[in-house]
C-alpha cells in the first residue's frame, strides 16, 4: 500500500462526518454563548466602584443638581453637593451626606461630613424598639461608602438617628424634609454610579 492510501483510509467518509458534526455543533455553542456574556472580566487594573458614565454625570448636572447646594473646589478638581432640603445650623451637631462628582476621573464619591461636631462619630438609629449604634472614623471613598451602605435601610425605614456629642445625644434628620432630602440624595448618588 502506497503512502497516500495510508492516509485516505484514515479519514473515511464515516469520521469525516462526525469531525463535521462535532464541529458545527462546537461552532454554534461557541456562537450562542457569546450572546450571553454579560460579566466581563476588568484587567484594567481599576476599580470601577465610583465610576460614573457620562449620560449619568449629565442627567445629575442638569436635572437633579438643581435641589442642591453646589461648591466647586478647584483646588483638587471636584464638584460637591449637599441637598438643599438639609437642616442649616450654627450650633446643633448634624451630619451631612455629601455627593462628590471628580470629573478628572469620571467618578463620584459620598462624603459624611460633620457638621458642628468633629470624627470620631457615633450615631444611634433606633426603630420599633431596636437600636443600633455605628461608629464612623473619618476614612476613605469605600469606607465611607460601606458606611452609608449600614445606614440605608435605618434611613429607608424612617428610622430616628440621634448624633452623639460629648456625653449627649441630638436627634438629626427627623423633620420629614430632612429625611426626604436624605434619601434623594442617596437615590440619586447610587443612580449616578448605577
Given at each position: 500500500?502506497s503512502?497516500?492510501?495510508?492516509?485516505?483510509?484514515?479519514?473515511?467518509?464515516?469520521?469525516?462526518?462526525?469531525?463535521?458534526?462535532?464541529?458545527?455543533?462546537?461552532?454554534?455553542?461557541?456562537?450562542?454563548?457569546?450572546?450571553?456574556?454579560?460579566?466581563?472580566?476588568?484587567?484594567?487594573?481599576?476599580?470601577?466602584?465610583?465610576?460614573?458614565?457620562?449620560?449619568n454625570?449629565?442627567?445629575?448636572?442638569?436635572?437633579?443638581?438643581?435641589?442642591?447646594?453646589?461648591?466647586?473646589?478647584?483646588?483638587?478638581?471636584?464638584?460637591?453637593?449637599?441637598?438643599?432640603?438639609?437642616?442649616?445650623?450654627?450650633?446643633?451637631?448634624?451630619?451631612?451626606?455629601?455627593?462628590?462628582?471628580?470629573?478628572?476621573?469620571?467618578?463620584?464619591?459620598?462624603?459624611?461630613?460633620?457638621?458642628?461636631?468633629?470624627?470620631?462619630?457615633?450615631?444611634?438609629?433606633?426603630?420599633?424598639?431596636?437600636?443600633?449604634?455605628?461608629?464612623?472614623?473619618?476614612?476613605?471613598?469605600?469606607?465611607?461608602?460601606?458606611?452609608v451602605?449600614?445606614?440605608?435601610?435605618?434611613?429607608?425605614?424612617?428610622?430616628?438617628?440621634?448624633?452623639?456629642?460629648?456625653?449627649?445625644?441630638?436627634?438629626?434628620?427627623?423633620?420629614?424634609?430632612?429625611?426626604?432630602?436624605?434619601k434623594?440624595?442617596?437615590?440619586?448618588?447610587f443612580?449616578?454610579?448605577?
Amino acid at each position: 500500500m502506497s503512502e497516500r492510501q495510508k492516509s485516505n483510509d484514515s479519514l473515511s467518509p464515516e469520521l469525516i462526518k462526525i469531525l463535521k458534526i462535532f464541529g458545527l455543533i462546537s461552532l454554534g455553542l461557541v456562537v450562542l454563548l457569546s450572546f450571553f456574556n454579560t460579566k466581563r472580566a476588568n484587567n484594567s487594573g481599576d476599580d470601577l466602584t465610583f465610576r460614573m458614565s457620562s449620560s449619568n454625570r449629565l442627567y445629575f448636572l442638569n436635572v437633579r443638581a438643581i435641589k442642591y447646594d453646589r461648591e466647586s473646589r478647584s483646588d483638587a478638581g471636584m464638584l460637591l453637593f449637599r441637598h438643599g432640603k438639609r437642616e442649616v445650623s450654627d450650633i446643633n451637631p448634624s451630619l451631612d451626606i455629601v455627593i462628590i462628582l471628580n470629573s478628572q476621573k469620571d467618578e463620584a464619591y459620598l462624603y459624611l461630613e460633620p457638621v458642628n461636631i468633629d470624627w470620631p462619630l457615633e450615631i444611634r438609629a433606633s426603630l420599633e424598639g431596636k437600636q443600633e449604634k455605628f461608629h464612623l472614623q473619618n476614612t476613605n471613598n469605600s469606607e465611607s461608602l460601606a458606611y452609608v451602605r449600614k445606614l440605608q435601610p435605618w434611613i429607608a425605614a424612617d428610622a430616628k438617628f440621634e448624633i452623639k456629642k460629648d456625653t449627649a445625644w441630638t436627634s438629626i434628620w427627623s423633620k420629614p424634609k430632612e429625611n426626604e432630602a436624605l434619601k434623594t440624595t442617596l437615590e440619586d448618588y447610587f443612580r449616578l454610579i448605577n
